[in-house]
């Protein structure tokens, strides 16, 4: 069983730039959650989706959207990036109970 | 609104000895309670959780945790630490309601560290 897998590991980018994160379930698991985690900080919850649908939001502005796909794997999208979205990106799948954590995508915005 | 305090920014224990960080929820129904570990530049390893029944609740690498409602706590402890144990430690509440995952609320983290 791989767990649930983040894409890419770590990037850099510039301010108003977008970018894309992609998440892959562990088998069996058909929820995703988006988190993201600065620096010294706990995470804070983004969204989760289910059946491709957006079921929970966070305290996130809009610029921060995502999407689910039919095999469960999931992206986190973040327009018009700001410095302080410079984060810790984590990745969760569920099926009902407990959420498992990706090893997280390190985003830089300089 | 859910919120979980973790009092303890940061704790060293000597090796051998035994530890206990302090976790405390305020949720408005029946809370679902997680214990997560991080090493540095990692993701969040689930250490043990609890969702009903006995309040004391065991999960890997020895640790255990005990859920008092009557304190709105969830502390983790463990009898003898290890070296391998020096990590970030996470409270986490989340809700119950519908069976299903739903979002999680985390602490600001304790850092555990481990003195041979």
């Known amino acids: 069983d791989a767990g649930v897998t983040q894409s890419p590991t770590h990037l850099i980018k510039t301010r108003g730039q977008q970018v894309t994160l992609r998440c892959s379930p562990k088998?069996?698991?058909?929820?995703v959650s988006w988190y993201q985690q600065a620096l010294g900080q706990g995470p804070q919850f983004i969204f989760q989706y289910y059946e491709e649908e957006e079921r929970q939001r966070g305290n996130f502005p809009d610029r921060f959207s995502g999407h689910q796909f039919p095999n469960y794997s999931s992206e986190l999208n973040v327009n018009a990036l700001l410095l302080g979205d410079s984060a810790l990106y984590l990745c969760a799948s569920s099926h009902r109970t407990e959420q498992y954590f990706g090893p997280g995508t390190r985003l830089t915005v300089t | 609104a859910q919120s979980v305090t973790q009092p303890d920014i940061h704790i060293t224990v000597s090796e051998g000895a035994s530890l206990e960080l302090r976790c405390n929820y305020s949720?408005?129904?029946?809370?679902?309670l997680f214990w997560y570990v991080q090493s540095p530049g990692q993701g969040l390893q689930l250490l043990l959780k609890y969702f009903s029944g006995d309040t004391l609740v065991q999960g890997i690498k020895g640790f255990e945790a005990e859920f008092k409602r009557s304190q709105s706590s969830f502390n983790l402890r463990k009898p003898s630490v290890h070296w391998s144990d020096a990590a970030e430690y996470f409270c986490a509440v989340g809700g119950g309601n519908t069976g299903t995952a739903s979002k999680l609320t985390f602490g600001t983290g304790t850092r555990l560290q481990v003195t041979l």
């Open positions: 949720y408005g129904a029946t809370p679902y």
């Open positions: 088998s069996g698991h058909d929820t």
